[in-house]
Nanobody, 125 residues
Framework: QVQLVESGGGLVQAGGSLRLSCAASGRAFSNYAMGWFRQAPGKEREFVAAISWGGSITSYTDSVKGRFTISRDNAKNTVYLQMNNLKAEDTAVYYC??????WGRGTPRDDFGSWGQGTQVTVSS
C-alpha cells in the first residue's frame, strides 16, 4: 500500500506560481507512473497531469498545457506539479495519485487507485 502526502498549496494571486509536492512511501516509487488531479467546489474530480514511471512521458489536460509542468525525482520518491500563470479557475483541492499497476505510461487512462489527502490551491483574481 502506497502512502501519498501532498504539500505546497496556498493562496496566490492570478498570474502567480505555486509548486506542489507529493512524497510517496510504501512501495517502489520509481516503478510507477504518478498523477495529479483536482476537484473544484461543486465539480467532479478531474485529471490534471501525469508522468510515466521513468519520467520521459507526460500528459496534461488541455486547460493547463503550457502553464503546468509535472516532474519527478525518483531518488526522493517525490512528484511535483509546477503551476505558473495561475488563473482563478485553477482554484481547487489538488490530489496526488498513484496507479495500482507498475510501468504505466502516465496517462488519464492509468488505473489510479491510491490518493493523497489533498492540498488546497486558491487563486484570487
Amino acid at each position: 500500500q502506497v502512502q501519498l502526502v501532498e504539500s505546497g498549496g496556498g493562496l496566490v494571486q492570478a498570474g502567480g506560481s505555486l509548486r506542489l509536492s507529493c512524497a510517496a512511501s510504501g512501495r517502489a516509487f520509481s516503478n510507477y507512473a504518478m498523477g495529479w488531479f483536482r476537484q473544484a467546489p461543486g465539480k467532479e474530480r478531474e485529471f490534471v497531469a501525469a508522468i510515466s514511471w521513468g519520467g520521459s512521458i507526460t500528459s496534461y489536460t488541455d486547460s493547463v498545457k503550457g502553464r503546468f509542468t509535472i516532474s519527478r525525482d525518483n531518488a526522493k520518491n517525490t512528484v511535483y506539479l509546477q503551476m505558473n500563470n495561475l488563473k482563478a479557475e485553477d482554484t481547487a483541492v489538488y490530489y496526488c495519485a498513484a496507479p495500482r499497476a507498475p510501468w504505466g505510461r502516465g496517462t488519464p487512462r492509468d488505473d489510479f487507485g491510491s490518493w493523497g489527502q489533498g492540498t488546497q490551491v486558491t487563486v484570487s483574481s
